[in-house]
């Protein structure tokens, strides 16, 4: 693909993600795309392999038009698109490959990123789950889903923080990547005590 028809494919996919995410209240809105693929250019930017950046911004636009959370049943979404715009058989695997190995069940069952570009994109996705943000989402999604904040209930939101959020610092594929990362996991930490500490009359 020469560069001309690079660009036209991303600013089609800008499109279709901000149809298909447009509205969502899971945690899953179109800005969650747009931020993770400013954080995902921003660690290309820090490290030290040379980086497809078309392929790169490809992966983390499209990373979660297949989720389950926002389909029903497995459209296959991302591999029509990528026909359908006709790009090459070895991107369309590529793409595919990243996607695939970028969520955290795909790492629970053993899978990795092995090409630098999912490396980064899941980085950059985890990066958003944590933090101020992360603290964000969490109870976004708790919110549409009617779960209560806090308390004894396995739904209450604050659950998925020990589930989920405080291990993805020690789950970051580079350096760079775990550097911004310590830094949102330390923000939760404290978050995560004043919180208690409000339940517990303490502060
Ligand atoms: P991502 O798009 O970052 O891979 P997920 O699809 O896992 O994220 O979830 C989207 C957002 O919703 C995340 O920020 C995550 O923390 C939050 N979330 C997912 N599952 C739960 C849950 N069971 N309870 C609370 N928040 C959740
Ligand atoms: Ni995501």
């Known amino acids: 693909m020469d560069t001309i028809a690079q660009l036209k494919l991303l600013e089609k996919a800008r499109a279709f993600v901000i149809k298909k995410h447009e509205g969502d209240k899971s945690g899953h809105d179109v800005n969650h795309i747009f931020r ?7 660690i290309a930017s820090l490290v030290e392999e040379k980086v497809n950046l078309f392929l790169l911004e490809i992966v983390v636009l499209l990373h979660d038009i297949d989720d389950p959370k926002l389909n029903e049943g497995d459209q296959k979404l991302v591999r029509k698109f990528l026909i359908e715009n006709a790009v090459p058989l070895y991107y369309q695997v590529m793409i595919e490959e990243m996607i695939d190995s970028l969520s955290y069940t795909s790492s629970k069952n053993g899978k990795k990123e092995t090409f630098i570009e999912g490396k980064i994109a899941q980085d950059a996705d985890r990066l958003d789950a944590i933090g101020a943000i992360g ?8 919110g549409n889903k009617n779960r209560p904040l806090d308390g004894d209930s396995e739904d ?3 659950k998925h ?3 989920k959020l405080l291990k993805l610092k020690d789950m970051m594929n580079l350096e760079v990547s775990k550097k911004i990362a310590e830094q949102r996991h330390d923000f939760m930490i404290k978050y995560l005590k004043q919180f208690r500490d409000e339940v517990d009359l303490i502060s």
């Open 156 to 158: 209450a939101s604050l």
């Open 135 to 142: 603290i964000a989402r969490v109870f976004a999604y708790g």
């Open 161 to 163: 923080f020990d589930v």
């Open 36 to 42: 993770v693929v400013k954080l995902a250019k921003h």
